[in-house]
């Protein structure tokens, strides 16, 4: 049955304007804006609203909107240093309050992608998992009930933690649900006035998969896939029966899967996971089930279907190749299945993808090409991160202060730091700072790049979601063949099959790519053409394709400018761009850039103007 969600139905903010000289005035030229309270109503001329979104849960993270523009947005473990932290996003929500100028009394809003109540469907799946295994129940019983215990209270104390920290507010935190703040997270700033909307993650409060249409302003749900059914919790367990972590890892066994053979592909759909009538999946969970495979246990018709699971530390053989391709294609066809649904249950021309299985560029590749849609969009932090951005647009949908639309066509939402405050760390750490002026910092690093040096380039505002574009980034010649090996020996550290990708000029990139649209946020592969292969080696994964970025001229112009005159230098407009961190997050502040630089070979850094090496 279909349910209308987000209707045109508009809440105005109320408010008087007074003057004052204090800094959380600068956003309004001077003025403070006192909205004592939310009124129904229909929305008014001449009012500001901001609504903040946040993610207390794995992925913790915070954005803010005023009258529907996004102000900032930033992932909590950037600040904290912690991978997928689960935390209440104190960092990020300060972040994003400075860069308003705004205190928590100033929000008007407070929307939050999760409704901590709805949670006993993953309770009782999660308790089935315990009983089905006396190892598991001895081991996670006192942990989970305690990390249960530890969600609610987190949700409950939500007002007075956020009061504790930043001062009293005006609001309470409204809770939303979670796979319509996706939804919302990506259609609302996609550039389509209407399109499909497909929500695939490991789960909601009850569901794992979400198929909708979005019209304007509103949202509407054709489909939901309840649990246990979950492709999301399918892929993770994979990823933890081939040794690596589930719910972090799930991209290296993609990355992985193209070094192998689909063979076990037809017994994982007869046994596994099968396609539905009607947009509909089956997961057989006595086979696999996400609760035990987290915890490394696995039934014997498993194994006997697949053979012993992989250790962390044990060699990776053929089998697990051929594992991962079989897994990967299965995963795809099944998102094949629910895309063409939708394509025709809605006979939308375009696509909206979020959810964490929205980070699976491969398989976003072959619905882009297969699926019947003309475009396919899926915004920088398609994951649970992005629905904190997708809570304050869904909310502020709502309330009417979506004023316009606004196409998200770059991710650089995050914290800046100024040229005093890069040098000053650099000359600390005593290295050696000299400035330069923009053409001549970018002819300078783009002839140390065609010589085969590396270099750390720190950028303006940090990126919103995983991946580097530009701005927080490890860049180096694509032309070598050895500079993978390099780059992993001098810097990363990290498994020798795992691709790095190409930032190349959008207008440029059909020459090398087969490509026909704008890939922005490297979350698509495409093909490298045949000539390409030989000129750009060090980007191209085994499989002859590419997680291509584009750079136009308009979302970065300094990393633009770095990646012309290097195109100049050596008739190649192409960089490899990786992301400036050896197994941590990615850098945000100038005193991270300059640790990660000592710690690591790398010929260069770069912090705006700045040109940083280390003393002789």
């Known amino acids: 049955m279909q349910q209308a969600i987000m209707k045109a139905e508009a809440l105005a903010c109320p408010l008087r304007l007074v003057y004052s000289s204090s800094d959380s005035a600068r956003r309004t030229g001077g003025k403070v804006l006192i909205r004592p309270h939310l009124i129904e109503a229909g929305a008014q001329a001449g009012f500001v609203m901001l609504v903040l979104g946040l993610l207390n849960l794995r992925d913790a993270a915070a954005a803010l909107l005023q009258d529907g523009h996004i102000l900032a947005a930033a992932e909590e473990e950037r600040f904290v240093r912690a991978k997928?932290?689960?935390?209440?996003?104190?960092r990020a929500i300060r972040y994003c309050l400075q860069e308003a100028?705004?205190?928590?009394?100033?929000?008007?809003?407070?929307?939050?992608?999760?409704?901590?109540?709805?949670?006993?469907?993953?309770?009782?799946?999660?308790?089935?998992?315990?009983v089905r295994s006396p190892a598991l129940l001895r081991v996670k019983a006192q942990r989970s009930a305690e990390r249960l215990s530890h969600e609610w209270a987190e949700q409950l104390r939500l007002s007075s933690k956020l009061a504790g920290a930043f001062g009293p507010s005006r609001t309470k935190p409204q809770f939303l649900d979670h796979h319509l703040c996706h939804a919302a997270s990506t259609f609302l700033v996609s550039p389509f006035e209407r399109a499909a909307i497909l929500v695939v993650d490991g789960a909601s409060e009850a569901h794992t998969s979400m198929l909708g249409l979005g019209e304007g302003r509103q949202i509407t749900v054709l489909k939901r896939t309840n649990l246990p059914h979950s492709l999301g919790q399918f892929y993770a367990s994979v990823t933890a029966y081939l040794g690596f972590t589930?719910?972090?890892?799930?991209?290296?066994?993609?990355?992985?899967?193209?070094?192998?053979?689909?063979?076990?592909?037809?017994?994982?759909r007869r046994q596994m996971l099968r396609p539905e009538p009607e947009g509909e999946f089956r997961l057989n969970t006595r086979l696999l089930d996400f609760h035990l495979a987290r915890a490394g246990i696995f039934v014997p018709e498993l194994l006997r279907l697949l053979g012993p699971n992989r250790k962390a530390d044990e060699e990776i053989t053929q089998r697990h190749r051929d594992i991962a391709a079989s897994a990967q294609l299965v995963l795809e066809d099944i998102l094949l299945h629910l895309a063409r649904h939708l394509?025709?249950?809605?006979?939308?021309?375009?696509?909206?993808?979020?959810?964490?299985?929205?980070?699976?560029?491969?398989?976003?590749?072959?619905?882009?090409?297969?699926?019947g849609f003309r475009q396919v969009y899926v915004q920088p932090a398609a994951g649970d991160a992005g629905a904190a951005l997708g809570a304050a647009l869904w909310l502020a949908s709502r309330h009417g202060c979506l004023r316009q639309r606004e196409?998200?066509?770059?991710?650089?939402?995050?914290?800046?730091?100024?040229?005093?405050?890069?040098?000053?760390?650099?000359?600390?750490a005593g290295l050696s700072v000299q400035p330069l002026?923009?053409?001549a910092l970018c002819e300078k690093v783009a002839a140390e790049l065609a010589h085969g040096r590396l270099v750390f380039w720190f950028q303006g505002r940090m990126e919103w979601g995983p991946r580097a574009l530009g701005n927080r980034s490890l860049l180096a010649d694509p032309r070598r063949e050895d500079m993978r090996e390099l780059i992993n020996s001098k810097?990363?550290?990290?498994q020798?099959?795992?691709?790095?990708?190409?930032?190349?000029?959008?207008?440029?990139?059909?020459?090398?790519?087969?490509?026909?649209?704008p890939s922005p946020f490297m979350l698509f592969t495409h093909k490298a053409r045949p000539a390409a292969k030989g000129v750009i080696p060090a980007v191209i994964h085994v499989d002859g394709t590419a997680r291509v970025q584009t750079v136009d001229r308009e979302a970065n112009p300094r990393y633009r400018k770095l990646i012309e005159a290097f195109g100049q230098k050596t008739g190649v407009p192409v960089l490899l761009n990786t992301s400036f961190n050896v197994n941590e997050p990615i850098v945000c502040t100038p005193d991270e850039a300059v640790q990660c630089f000592l710690r690591t070979e790398v010929d260069w850094l770069v912090m705006g103007n700045l040109l940083v090496k280390r003393d002789a």
């Open 84 to 90: 997928h932290v689960t935390a209440l996003p104190l």
């Open 101 to 130: 100028g705004a205190d928590l009394k100033d929000i008007d809003a407070i929307a939050v992608p999760w409704k901590y109540w709805v949670v006993g469907r993953r309770a009782a799946l999660a308790l089935g998992a315990m």
């Open 246 to 268: 589930p719910d972090q890892d799930e991209y290296i066994v993609m990355g992985l899967a193209a070094y192998g053979e689909p063979r076990y592909a037809e017994q994982l």
């Open 343 to 371: 394509k025709q249950a809605t006979g939308a021309e375009n696509l909206c993808l979020a959810g964490g299985v929205a980070f699976n560029c491969v398989a976003n590749s072959r619905l882009r090409q297969e699926a």
């Open 407 to 428: 196409v998200m066509h770059s991710a650089y939402l995050g914290p800046q730091f100024s040229e005093a405050e890069c040098r000053q760390v650099a000359e600390r």
């Open 437 to 439: 002026a923009e053409d």
């Open 491 to 494: 810097v990363k550290l990290r």
């Open 496 to 517: 020798p099959f795992r691709p790095f990708a190409p930032s190349v000029l959008a207008e440029r990139a059909a020459e090398y790519f087969e490509l026909t649209e």
